[in-house]
């Protein structure tokens, strides 16, 4: 099966850009998007199976993630604060490891 992105006029064009972005690998020149199925035996059962993906694939173009909450991007926050500290007391450690090892008094 054929579908012509571009030339789809009912999808609105993010979702036309979203399908172009998604499946780029599989549009050819012409701008069509080539479904193909062997999954049934019969040709009805390919064609409806080729349709099954043809709307996972707008599905998945006009999915738009919810925003985060209030209280995700607090927890965001603290996370990457909480790393940080992780991240300053270990080169603190590294730091005072390797001041250690230094011979204070010299060579003699």
Same mark, same amino acid.
């Given at each position: 099966?054929?579908?012509?992105?571009?030339? @789809?006029?009912?999808?609105?064009?993010?979702?036309? =850009?979203?399908?172009?972005?998604? =499946? +780029?690998?599989? %549009?050819? +020149?012409?701008?069509? %998007? #080539? %479904?193909? !199925?062997? +999954?049934?035996?019969? *040709?009805?059962?390919?064609?409806?199976?080729?349709?099954?993906?043809?709307? /996972?694939?707008?599905? /998945?173009?006009?999915?738009?993630?919810?925003?985060?909450? =209030?209280?995700?991007?607090?927890? %965001?926050?603290?996370? /990457?604060? #909480?790393?940080?500290?992780?991240?300053? *007391?270990?080169?603190?450690? *590294? !730091?005072?490891?390797? !001041? @250690?090892?230094?011979? +204070?008094?010299?060579?003699?």
């Amino acid at each position: 099966m054929r579908f012509n992105v571009m030339a @789809a006029g009912w999808l609105p064009l993010r979702i036309r =850009e979203g399908i172009l972005q998604m =499946e +780029k690998n599989r %549009i050819n +020149k012409d701008g069509e %998007i #080539v %479904i193909s !199925s062997t +999954k049934s035996r019969t *040709q009805k059962g390919n064609i409806e199976d080729a349709l099954g993906k043809l709307q /996972a694939i707008i599905d /998945a173009a006009a999915y738009v993630p919810p925003s985060p909450t =209030e209280q995700k991007i607090k927890k %965001i926050i603290k996370l /990457a604060e #909480v790393g940080e500290q992780r991240r300053l *007391q270990t080169k603190k450690g *590294q !730091s005072l490891k390797k !001041s @250690a090892r230094r011979n +204070k008094r010299g060579w003699d």
